[in-house]
């Protein structure tokens, strides 16, 4: 069965605290997504990345960054945390074939 | 891509069939219709896809108007677990798959016991 895991599902940050979420596929796709999702704004895209070391930003890449160091992985990373990235992150990895993106269970993040 | 609008909610009877509908007058020649589903403290969930043709999957059956203008969801038999916020987007098929997802409100399905 296809998994995309994520290194958390709660987590509790300072204000000022750097912040790493992890996420992991194991279906070998090139394309994996970083996304936000917030009551009444839906789910917006942060990043994505389509080949290892490749990166694009999405709709509101601003205080995020990523990382694909190997192609199971992708890495978001908040290099200060501030009160309004305060949020549910979701992880995607797709499949071409159907243009179908699979999720992980998601981070809630809470900085305080 | 094109807009959609879907109801804000419905209700649906355990083991009867949900029909969920959604309206993409804008959508053009080359947009597919896609249903996604989040059930509560979950990521969201592909269901189903289909261009101009009715789809039928493990899931789910898609029915999509001749005109391509509107589309209807049908879970045949819902149960309780089907109880989630469905979302339905239109898209280019892209093939290389870069692009990411953009979700409306979706249509939040109670399936009544």
């Known amino acids: 069965d296809v998994k995309v895991t994520q290194s958390s599902r709660y987590l509790v940050k300072r204000t000022g605290e750097k912040v790493f979420l992890e996420c992991v596929q194991d279906m070998d796709h090139e394309n994996m997504f970083w996304y936000r999702q917030d009551p009444g704004l839906g789910l917006r895209l942060i990043y994505f990345s389509y080949d290892v070391k490749m990166k694009e930003k999405g709709d509101i890449p601003e205080g995020y960054s990523v990382s694909r160091e190997k192609k199971e992985r992708f890495s978001l990373i908040l290099e200060s945390a501030s009160t309004n990235q305060t949020s549910m992150y979701l992880c995607a990895s797709l499949r071409r074939e159907k243009n179908e993106q699979f999720f992980g269970p998601g981070t809630r993040l809470t900085v305080l | ?113």
């Not at chain 2, 391509?68 to 916020?85: E, F, G, M, N, Y």
């Open chain 2, 1 to 113: 891509d094109a807009k959609t609008t879907q109801p804000t909610s419905m209700d649906c009877a355990e083991g009867r069939a949900a029909n969920l509908p959604c309206n993409h007058s804008t959508i053009s020649g080359n947009e597919y219709v896609y249903w996604y589903r989040q059930i509560h403290s979950q990521g969201p969930q592909y269901i189903i896809h289909g261009l101009k043709n009715n789809e039928t999957n493990e899931m789910a059956s898609l029915i999509i108007t001749e005109d391509r203008k509107s589309s209807t969801l049908i879970l045949p038999h819902a149960t309780l677990r089907d109880t989630a916020v469905y979302y339905c987007i239109v898209r280019v098929y892209s093939g290389g798959g870069a692009d990411g997802l953009t979700f409306g409100k979706g249509t939040h399905l109670i399936i009544q016991p």
